[in-house]
């Protein structure tokens, strides 16, 4: 069993804390064993391994809380129009160019890539909800593997939809209880899974049912996109007189074990209907802006008490830039500089995304939680990094190639800012060869 302390100039426990300057933590096996000062520490553990990061913050690894890890093979792809709104995207452009042509040859490839430039980024554990109809059954087994070999933690779930037919349909629900239960007995395994469905335009009152049903069996949440645009209000005010969080409160599913993302496009009252039935939330400030939907009221959830992940929904996975864009845009859209401070979106792209996600023991650096954290270089900021002002430094002048080392459970993934045992190039090209073959069928 390995000792080790750490000892970093300033550590973050908790973004609801104070950063401490001269404190490092005892990691024994995958756990934090012990926080505590540097002489502290030193003096009551002299036969520890010791990790001198000198110049350095230790913090609590990030958590992409949203993530479509095939996203990746539609950047660039050819385009003979632009979609003119999020519908005309779902519609014209993601479904039929992208998610109708994914095969497990292509998903393999972007999760092997995007598993090791999320560890570079400081991220520690994600959630992936992959929606290729036409790839089951079979596809949530190969990324499992993929995952586990990266060491990175992460939750898998097929977004099931009755688009294609209902048949298609239950077929994603299959594949989400299989994965479910194939990777439960393992409590010590990196991968999980939960259930998941598109949305109330995609999928029947039934098939929404089943899954919550299929969820409360396996005791996992349910995800679910919500309100991504304007198109699902208009849908579910048409044809069921409500917007859609209050179609599924009538339905009886909506609670704490519904994990629903994006929710762009809600008023007031689904806002109150959050926090009071406890639904959680993920948030994508940046895909939002890049398909057009809006931009979500986070501050206004989390002031309701909604707990609130991050995620980068494949679109920019560098998360030090989704970490940003939540830290500007709200202010910006409220045209007020105090809205989002960046300890609160710290705690988001942390210990927030972790409980939306439920895992627990993940997300701060405390005794008995899991040893999930990322080493960030500040010896390049101009200014003095200080108690009152790390955060905004580490939101504002970070970026992905500051994380000088990564830990999942307690194993080193990311070294003197490299993802160990990993070929990046060979990654890329591998991809580049898949996106070729998918641009090759929208062509």
């Not at 036969?47 to 350095?56: E, I, N, R, Y």
């Not at 519609?91 to 497990?104: A, I």
């Not at 960030?376 to 108690?387: G, K, R, V």
């Amino acid at each position: 069993m390995t000792h080790t302390i750490i000892l970093p100039d300033w550590l973050i426990t908790s973004a609801t804390e104070e950063p401490r300057e001269g404190w490092g933590v005892r990691v024994v096996a995958d756990r934090v064993a012990v926080v505590a000062p540097h002489a502290d520490l030193r003096q009551q553990y002299p036969d520890d391994t010791v990790w001198d990061a000198a110049g350095q913050v230790l913090s609590p690894g990030f958590v992409n809380a949203h993530s479509h890890l095939y996203g990746v093979l539609a950047h660039g792809i050819p385009l003979h129009r632009a979609p003119s709104d999020f519908w005309a995207f779902l519609k014209q452009f993601w479904w039929p160019l992208v998610e109708d042509g994914l095969d497990h040859a292509m998903i393999a490839a972007a999760t092997d890539l995007q598993c090791a430039r999320m560890l570079k980024s400081g991220v520690i554990s994600f959630y992936d909800c992959t929606e290729a109809p036409h790839a089951l059954p079979g596809v949530l087994p190969i990324q499992a593997e993929i995952v586990q070999r990266h060491g990175i933690r992460g939750v898998l779930s097929f977004e099931a939809t009755e688009r294609v037919s209902k048949e298609n349909g239950q077929l994603g629900l299959r594949e989400n209880v299989e994965l479910i239960e194939s990777v439960k007995a393992d409590e010590a395994g990196l991968v999980s899974g939960l259930m998941c469905f598109h949305t109330t335009f995609t999928c029947s009152a039934d098939f929404i049912r089943q899954a919550f049903e299929l969820g409360q069996a396996h005791g996992v949440p349910v995800h679910m996109h919500c309100a991504e645009g304007t198109h699902e209000p208009d849908y579910t005010l048409k044809h069921f007189g409500q917007r859609p969080l209050l179609y599924y409160d009538s339905l009886g599913v909506a609670g704490p074990d519904m994990l629903a993302s994006q929710c762009v496009q809600i008023d007031q009252a689904e806002i109150e209907l959050m926090a009071e039935r406890g639904i959680r939330m993920t948030h994508m400030p940046l895909s939002n802006c890049e398909v057009g939907g809006g931009i979500a009221p986070v501050p206004q959830l989390a002031d309701a008490g909604v707990t609130v992940g991050l995620g980068s929904d494949g679109y920019i996975d560098n998360f030090f830039e989704v970490v940003r864009g939540a830290f500007l845009i709200h202010k910006a859209n409220h045209r007020d500089p105090r809205v989002m401070p960046a300890d609160q979106v710290w705690f988001h792209a942390t210990e927030g995304g972790a409980q939306a996600l439920g895992l627990n023991g993940v997300g701060r650096l405390a005794r008995g939680w899991k040893a999930d954290m990322q080493l960030i270089d500040l010896t390049t900021l101009p200014t003095p990094p200080t108690a009152h002002n790390l955060y905004e430094q580490l939101v504002l002048y970070r970026n992905d190639h500051d994380v000088r080392a990564v830990l999942v459970n307690g194993a080193v993934r990311v070294q003197s800012s490299e993802v160990i045992g990993t070929d990046m190039a060979q990654l890329i090209a591998r991809t580049r060869e898949q996106a070729r073959r998918l641009w090759a069928k929208a062509e």
